[in-house]
């Protein structure tokens, strides 16, 4: 009976990996149309008798100013460039550090795992999950391909997923004309959009818009994010 146990067990960690691999695979090519999350969101919109419409429109890397996505990397990820989907030293961080409340180190490659692959949610298994696709997706894909489906699926604005549906909706114009400003505030509400807004910023959305802008110039603008 053990040996039989043992047998599936083989059986499923093989197809679980064969599959895993040929999906991050096919997304290396795909436009990621929907995700988990988005399913789940919508989900929760109808438990909460709101409106479910989930506004997302995707666009390719070269049809997004180069402003937000430099924008998020600012805010999120400044490492991003440089180390392979995990960065220890945020980690080390946000482990060691003294606060009431702890502070997120998840890179832009694990966001993307999690939104794209997974359910949210805090366990043990879905972290450990998180990690394996973090690696995949960081040895099939590149940089570039990875910070453009962040820029596609990331919930930006409430059951508004992705930067060309923010930007059409809150500045009325499409993401590959947005000034760094505009981008800066994109990426100011990303700890929380549906708490924070892009339309009527709070105090503290403004503040941090301000910062994340100087974060832009201090990286040394546009340049630091080109031959991802």
């Known amino acids: 009976m053990l040996r039989r146990l043992q047998f ?8 679980f990996f064969v599959i895993s691999i040929v999906w991050v695979l096919v997304l290396k090519f795909l ?21 479910t419409e989930i506004h997302h429109d995707w666009e390719p890397y070269e049809n997004i100013s180069k402003e937000v996505a430099l924008a998020v990397v600012a805010s999120e990820d400044q490492n991003f460039p440089k180390h392979w ?11 060691t550090e003294k606060r009431k409340r702890a502070r997120g180190a998840s890179t832009i490659s694990q966001q993307v795992a ?7 949610g805090r366990s043990f298994v ?5 990690a394996y696709f973090t690696v995949l997706i960081e040895l099939i894909w590149d940089k570039e391909r990875i910070l453009e489906v962040y820029l596609n699926v990331a919930e930006m604005g409430k059951m508004t997923f992705g930067v060309e549906a ?3 909706r809150y500045y009325k114009k499409p993401a590959k004309s947005l000034t760094r400003y505009e981008s800066a505030r994109i990426a100011a509400v990303l ?18 818009t301000s910062q ?17």
């Open 212 to 228: 994340i802008v100087r974060q832009m110039r201090y990286l040394g603008g546009r340049k630091y994010i080109e031959g991802l």
């Open 114 to 120: 999690k939104n794209v692959f997974l359910w949210h």
């Open 126 to 130: 879905r972290k450990g999950l998180e």
């Open 31 to 51: 436009p990621v149309w929907v995700t988990p999350y988005m399913l789940s969101r919508k989900i929760e919109a109808f438990r909460d008798d709101e409106d």
């Open 85 to 95: 989907g995990f960065d220890f030293d945020q980690i080390y961080n946000a482990v």
């Open 166 to 168: 923010a930007s059409l």
């Open 8 to 15: 599936i067990a083989l059986r499923f960690l093989i197809v």
């Open 191 to 208: 700890p929380n959009p549906v708490r924070f807004s892009i339309k009527n910023p709070s105090a503290y959305v403004n503040k941090r």
